[in-house]
């Protein structure tokens, strides 16, 4: 994960702009889904602003919807 957010950073200091590329950047995600627990978990970034804790909250809602959690496990029974 940290690689990923420098590797936003990087091309962002460049000047690269593409779509594929803001799929790194942590403010658009807001978190990421914990795995190998029992549980709905998203973590976020210690220094998420406001849009990041916004976009992890509605992360956090498409994993509950999704029952992701769920759907592993029934993968690994």
């Keep these: 994960l940290k ?4 590797f936003y950073g990087l091309v962002k200091k460049l000047g690269i702009h593409h ?3 803001e799929e790194f950047n942590f403010e658009n995600t807001g978190g990421t889904p ?3 627990i029992n549980h709905p978990v998203v973590i976020g970034h210690g220094i998420s ?7 992890m ?3 956090t809602h498409h ?8 759907k592993i496990k029934e993968a690994f029974q």
């Design 19 to 21: 779509p594929f590329f």
């Design 34 to 36: 914990v795995l190998g």
């Design 63 to 70: 994993v509950v919807k999704s029952q992701l959690v769920e």
């Design 3 to 6: 690689e990923a957010e420098a």
């Design 49 to 55: 602003n406001a849009e990041a804790i916004k976009n």
């Design 57 to 59: 909250i509605i992360n």
